[in-house]
């Protein structure tokens, strides 16, 4: 799983890292939002209206859900059912309140944290990409701050300060929780370490 604040490229990284590795494959989530103008219903969430959204957490047919920013969010038992039937490793990207919930009921599951190279850049990038007014903006780096303070629970820590060297990283981890050699990469993107 892969959680980071908004604006530090979470979904460029998970995309690159499953191009990249045929044996993994990207959790489609369940969305109340409205889709943005290149987002495809099925392809980048599944984009459902709140009362479908509360009727699948009835049924309880989420492995994980949670609100953001008025928008709810969720990873159906489906999405992570399927793909491990499989043989694959499954990638979500997930915010922390949803990381929770998945450590809680797939121990087993890994969690990455993506790291913005500082609060100054990640706000530089939410202005660029010129999708967010003012008020959201202030938002999104207060919600950063709690997120970024969630890091230490999470198994690594990766910064974000240049895009192919984060998805190497990623991919690096990703092989090394496979093979069980996971001593050095702990060590080197240990969260608590990534934070000072």
Known sequence: MVSA?????????????????PEI????????????????DGTDYFFVSRGAFQELVAQGAFLEH?????????????AVEGPLAHGCDL????????????????????????LPPSLAILERRLRDRQTDSEQ?????????????????RYDYAVVNDDLERTISSVLEIVRA???GETAALRARFEPRASLR
């Not at 604040?5 to 590795?21: E, F, I, L, M, N």
């Not at 207060?142 to 997120?147: T, Y």
């Open 5 to 21: 604040p908004s604006g530090t490229g979470k979904t460029t990284v998970c995309r690159g890292v499953v191009a990249r590795d």
């Open 66 to 78: 949670a609100e953001y920013r008025g928008n709810l969010y969720g990873t159906s038992w489906a």
């Open 25 to 40: 494959m990207f959790s489609i989530s369940h969305t109340t939002r409205a889709p943005r103008s290149r987002e495809r």
């Open 177 to 179: 929780e496979r093979s």
């Open 136 to 152: 959201v903006i202030q938002q999104r780096l207060a919600i950063a701050k709690d997120e970024i303070a969630e890091a230490p």
């Open 91 to 114: 990638l979500l990207e997930i915010d922390t309140a949803g990381a929770r919930q998945v450590r809680a009921r797939l121990p087993a599951a890994r969690l990455i944290f993506l």
